[in-house]
């Protein structure tokens, strides 16, 4: 039986460098990114419109080093589940009413490593630290909207 892809929770940070809130849904504009995201902007180029990250990642993570940091610590704005995020890169996706392109991998930063306050964040994330997505179709995304691969 195959698994569902769906969101597991979503974040966003007003400012820069400011701890991520988790929140219920978000809305998406075409080309701009997260309404009320710190990377939201008028003129945005992909960089950072949306990012996604699995909780399966995290869990590897947590289990292995014996701890429980919060999945919206890592710092990106959609938590996924059940889908291996590596493999979409330049594939279309559709989450909720969204529709994005992931352009190429999350590489996991030191400003992660410190907001974290843990060792070895960079090292295990380098090819588990998600996806950042060029959002195509504005719209909604809330917890629990399933994740298509168009």
């Not at 990114?33 to 590897?60: A, P, V």
């Amino acid at each position: 039986m195959k698994k569902i892809s769906e969101v597991y929770k979503i974040g966003i940070s007003k400012k820069k460098g400011q701890q991520i809130n988790e929140i219920n849904s978000i809305d998406v504009m075409s080309g701009k990114g997260i309404i009320g995201d710190r990377h939201y902007q008028d003129t945005n180029d992909n960089r950072g419109q949306i990012t996604l990250i699995e909780k399966e990642n995290i869990d590897y993570y947590n289990n292995k080093f014996k701890t429980k940091i919060p999945y919206i610590d890592f710092r990106r704005n959609i938590i996924t589940e059940g889908v291996e995020l590596n493999n979409l890169i330049k594939k279309k996706i559709e989450i909720g009413t969204v529709k994005i392109l992931p352009y190429e991998l999350c590489k996991p930063c030191l400003h992660l490593e410190q907001m974290i306050r843990e060792r070895d964040i960079i090292k295990e994330f380098l090819r588990r630290g998600g996806l950042r997505c060029e959002v195509l179709v504005s719209g909604k995304i809330k917890r629990g909207d399933k994740i298509k691969i168009l």
